[in-house]
């Protein structure tokens, strides 16, 4: 640990700065948190890192109530945003509507996992948050699937579905329930990154048998789409 701040306008004034600097919003005093209310107090500033998607990554010195200091980092800008993408397709065997997850190596556990695509928008703010073209939900289909991915899509309907609060993201991940047809198949890939076509009750079925689908925040979106829009069953 470095020496803390002494004095807690000083911090909260070269916190803001940063955020300033990167079109951030600034905080109030109370984001600095208590100690003597039980709550984790930050003290201090460690490292501030520029990360590849335009976000922030901060490494702030923290007292924690019982366990004391230690360090803890948190990212700002974004949001990460997950996409459902629930596509109409003609092609042979997977002909009809199919939910579409992606085939990722997960190095610390030594085997595949079955994700929903996402990432961040690279173009936050342009256009509308549910365009029928153009919207976040496709932009981050793009960066997964590649440029093909929006020349293979007919207009889609972009639906909500829950906004989630992911650890060490200081903004709220957006999900979407994107509904389109498959006017061309996306060229295929095989291993890391390769898309898997399921029917619905495929991917219920997967999901009650826990080792399909591990990623925490891809169980959670299913299981809130299927209360929100029954129908897809």
């Avoid at 702030?60 to 629930?86: D, K, N, Q, S």
């Avoid at 207009?155 to 903004?171: F, I, N, Q």
């Amino acid at each position: 640990m470095g020496q803390p701040y002494p004095n807690r306008d000083v911090l909260l004034t070269d916190i803001n700065g940063i955020f300033r600097s990167h079109g951030l919003p600034v905080w109030e005093t109370k984001h600095l948190g208590s100690a003597e209310k039980g709550e984790c107090q930050i003290v201090g500033l460690r490292n501030v890192r520029d990360l590849p998607d335009g976000r922030i990554e901060i490494e702030f010195e923290v007292i924690v109530p019982v366990t004391g200091p230690t360090a803890i980092t948190a990212r700002f800008g974004g949001p990460m945003v997950f996409v459902l993408p629930y596509l109409g397709t003609t092609a042979g065997q997977n002909a009809g509507l199919k939910i579409a997850l992606m085939k990722h190596w997960r190095v610390e556990i030594g085997e595949w996992s079955y994700e929903l695509p996402h990432g961040f928008d690279p173009r936050p703010g342009d256009g509308t948050e549910f365009d029928p073209i153009d919207s976040p939900a496709h932009r981050v289909l793009e960066r997964t699937f590649g440029d093909v991915c929006s020349e293979s899509l007919g207009a889609s309907r972009v639906m909500p579905l829950t906004d989630l609060r992911l650890r060490h993201e200081a903004a709220p991940a957006k999900a979407y329930l994107l509904v389109a047809s498959v006017l061309r198949p996306f060229p295929r890939r095989i291993g890391e990154g390769e898309i898997v076509l399921l029917d619905w009750p495929q991917v219920m079925c997967l999901l009650r048998r826990n080792n399909f689908v591990t990623d925490p925040t891809a169980r959670a979106i299913l299981y809130e789409a299927a209360f929100l829009y029954p129908d897809l069953k």
